[in-house]
């Protein structure tokens, strides 16, 4: 998903994104980088709880990254202590036909899941319990 400016049909940047607020809505500023047109997006507190049980970090990347995701600067690096679980061929095949802009969301909320229910192998079957519980 991009957010494009309808002056100039660029890509906007993000700019600006609040932390929740005693509600759980995020408020999120993206400028375009051409004409400086800028539009808010707010969020609402279930989609604030689903963002962030997937481990994404909120807010404008430290350092700008080049090519790829748009949105990979805002997936916030875990640390598992090396407890990465292993993906088989079949769960990498499904996963890549997840769109590239969510993949980065998807695979970290995938190994969340597993993690926490004890699954060392992301196989087909983890796959579509993930699924179940993300509501997919």
Known sequence: MKFLCVTCDEPMTLTRADPPDGGGS?????????????????TNAHETQM???LGVRIGP?????TGGCPFS?????????????????????RLANIPEFVRPMA???????AR?????????????????????
């Open 26 to 42: 995020i408020t999120a500023v993206f400028v375009c980088p051409t004409c400086d047109h800028r539009i808010a997006m707010l």
């Open 51 to 53: 963002v962030q049980s």
């Open 61 to 65: 990347a430290e350092e700008p990254k």
């Open 73 to 93: 600067g805002m997936i916030a690096e875990p640390d598992h202590g090396g407890d990465v679980p292993t993906w088989t061929a079949g769960a990498e095949q």
């Open 107 to 113: 695979r970290q909320g995938i190994e969340h899941y």
């Open 116 to 136: 926490s229910h004890g699954h060392r192998v992301i196989d087909d079957q983890v796959m579509e319990e993930a699924r179940g519980q993300f509501g997919m």
